[in-house]
């Protein structure tokens, strides 16, 4: 199976950039669709954008386009999420998760999983 350590989090101040990393190790052949996801204490984790390893095709949440951007990098089995003009709001913790087929937003449906990376974002 698919091993999937997430890095790059940190605390940061509003407005400013992290650049987080999903690096995949073991079986990455079913690394075909990874997705991040984000997490605050209290509530469900929820979708933030998800891209197929294979061409790239990427997609977003609305509410966070044009702030957050995924993309890939084959070669190192690494899947990133560059996030840009942070709010208070983004602080959560956040997870990759991979699988064979797109699975949605939905973190039920992934099978495959990183241990999250911690992102704060305050002033």
């Known amino acids: 199976e698919v091993q999937l350590v997430e890095s790059g989090g940190g605390s940061v101040q509003p407005g400013g950039s992290l650049r987080l990393s999903c690096l995949a190790s073991?079986?990455?052949?079913?690394?075909?669709?990874v997705t991040w996801f984000r997490q605050v204490p209290g509530k469900e984790r929820r979708g933030v954008a998800g891209?197929?390893?294979?061409?790239?095709?990427?997609a977003v949440v609305d509410p966070l386009k044009g702030r957050f951007a995924i993309s890939r990098d084959n070669a190192k089995n690494t899947v990133y999420l560059q996030m840009n003009s942070l709010k208070p709001e983004d602080s959560a913790m956040y997870y990759c998760?991979?699988?064979?087929?797109?699975?949605?937003?939905?973190?039920?449906?992934?099978?495959?999983w990183g241990q999250g990376t911690q992102v704060t974002v305050s002033s």
């Open positions: 998760a991979a699988e064979l087929d797109c699975m949605g937003w939905v973190p039920g449906n992934w099978a495959y």
């Open positions: 073991g079986d990455t052949y079913t690394m075909h669709w």
């Open positions: 891209i197929w390893t294979g061409n790239g095709d990427s």
